[in-house]
């Protein structure tokens, strides 16, 4: 079976401090993509980095970082300088690539509940 | 550019009633998935369209659940006759052919069955 599994249901940070949130995956699959989504009590599911798996190179986006490891099949995201806005609901999935153009469902963790703190 | 738009943000019904959720994708967006969320855990796909043809329903609970997508563009979900379990939140996502497979959230529509 194709999962996603966050071991963290829960973190907490001080603001402007550093925070790693773990996520494991189990695909047979060798072309896919990762995403960190991040869901705030809107319930707005907002893309926050994506990696290719592909690619060794591990992605960031201005505070968001990602460490990659595909043999390991682990891909955590780490914040830095955590502000207010970053508490959310933090949700780690992949899509397989189909080929050409289309791709699949997401499949999503569980999530993990992150609280900044002033 | 707008986003995806779904309505109604909220609905509570009780149990053996019908409900229908609305989704305009973004435009432009071929494909569309209606996604299930039950409160603790993280989305599980219903229903995949490609433009208005149907690419994965497998997880759809066919008995009770209903989607359409006629022309290509806005979807309906329908779920009738409604049962306790399907209190969650349904959202809709799009995707475009070349957006690298990101796909694009709407704020989704919390159901109560009560």
């Known amino acids: 079976a194709q999962t996603v599994t966050q071991s963290q249901p829960e973190m907490s940070v001080q603001e402007a401090e550093t925070v790693t949130l773990s996520c494991t995956y189990d695909t047979s699959e060798n072309n896919y993509y990762l995403f960190w989504y991040k869901q705030p009590p809107s319930r707005q599911m907002i893309l926050v980095i994506r990696q290719e798996a592909y690619k060794q190179q591990n992605a960031t986006e201005n505070r968001f970082s990602v460490n990659f490891q595909k043999a390991a099949k682990s891909f955590s995201l780490k914040i830095s300088d955590s502000q207010l806005g970053d508490t959310a609901m933090y949700f780690c999935?992949?899509?397989?690539?189909?080929?050409?153009?289309?791709?699949?469902?997401?499949?999503f963790g569980q999530g993990t509940i992150l609280t900044v703190h002033p | 550019e707008a986003g995806v738009a779904q309505s109604p943000r909220y609905k509570i019904i009780e149990k053996r009633q019908s409900v229908a959720f609305w989704c305009n994708p973004i435009?432009?967006?071929?494909?569309l998935y209606w996604y299930q969320q039950i409160l603790g855990q993280g989305p599980k796909l219903l229903i995949q369209f490609q433009n208005n043809g149907v690419v994965d329903d497998s997880q759809l609970p066919k008995d009770r659940f209903s989607a359409e997508r006629l022309k290509g563009v806005d979807s309906t979900l329908k779920i009738q006759p409604a049962k306790l379990e399907d209190s969650a939140v349904y959202l809709c996502?799009?995707?475009?052919?070349?957006?690298?497979?990101?796909?694009?959230f709407g704020a989704g529509t919390r159901l109560s069955v009560l």
């Open positions: 435009s432009g967006h071929a494909t």
């Open positions: 999935a992949y899509v397989i690539n189909a080929g050409g153009t289309s791709y699949g469902k997401l499949t």
């Open positions: 996502a799009s995707s475009h052919q070349d957006s690298k497979n990101i796909q694009y």
